[in-house]
């Protein structure tokens, strides 16, 4: 039983244009959530977080946008580029327990 | 700072062998984790230790797996005996503390695969 899904396992975008990569989830415990990128043969990578007092944490050109009522999360990237091409987790965490991960969603940005 | 590191990167075993994959966590960490990933199901949770306990160790498959963590500097994930269907990338993690609220670094992975 999948806690956190990305039920998009793959997402192609035009460089310059907006990716938008979604996550859903179940536990209505979870109050803090990641997304992690990762490139072939290496480990995962913190990308940005945001914890469930906000609705939208913002980092250079990755948003976070967080629906509680939803239990839905999206994450932003304006403008894409070729090198953010890569797999994204996202992931959940109940404040001061394990982080749940999702499947991945694989995001190729094409020049 | 040198970040997660684990050993051996690539192992190809026959099924029945003992396998052992390593990781030294980030030094001053005191959360370690222990994730596989599968084309299937993505990062799965297997266990992680906070001061060298093992706190939940609900997701190892079987008891075939099981882990360890005799310092604060090192930890094994065992494999005994190895099968097929446990061919997948093992990542090591580590953090400041335990879970939520704060970041965790991943390694680089050990790919294993058993025939």
């Known amino acids: 039983d999948q806690q956190v899904k990305q039920n998009s396992p793959s997402l192609s975008v035009q460089e310059g244009r907006i990716s938008i990569l979604n996550c859903d989830y179940t536990?209505?415990?979870?109050?803090?959530f990641l997304w992690y990128k990762k490139y072939p043969a290496e480990g995962p990578t913190f990308l940005i977080s945001?914890?469930?007092?906000?609705d939208k944490n913002e980092d250079g050109r990755f948003t976070v946008f967080l629906n509680k009522s939803a239990k839905h999360l999206s994450l932003h990237i304006v403008p894409s580029q070729p090198g953010d091409s890569a797999v994204y987790f996202c992931?959940?965490?109940?404040?001061?327990?394990?982080?749940?991960f999702g499947a991945g969603t694989i995001l190729r940005v094409k020049s | 700072d040198a970040g997660v590191i684990q050993s051996p990167r690539h192992e190809v075993t026959e099924m029945g062998q003992e396998v052992t994959l390593r990781c030294k966590p980030i030094?001053?960490?005191?959360?370690l984790f222990w994730y596989r990933q599968t084309m299937m199901r993505g990062l799965e949770l297997l266990i992680y230790f906070n001061n060298n306990v093992p706190i939940d160790d609900s997701g190892m498959p079987e008891d075939r797996f099981s882990a360890k963590m005799p310092n604060a500097s090192f930890s094994t994930l065992k494999i005994q005996p190895s099968e097929p269907r446990d061919s997948a990338v093992y990542f090591c993690?580590?953090?400041?503390?335990?879970?939520?609220?704060?970041?965790?670094?991943f390694g680089e992975g050990s790919w294993l695969t058993v025939v």
């Open positions: 992931a959940a965490s109940p404040y001061g327990n394990k982080l749940v």
């Open positions: 030094s001053g960490h005191n959360s």
């Open positions: 945001i914890s469930s007092i906000k």
């Open positions: 993690a580590s953090s400041l503390r335990q879970g939520g609220g704060n970041t965790i670094y």
């Open positions: 536990n209505s415990m979870f109050d803090y």
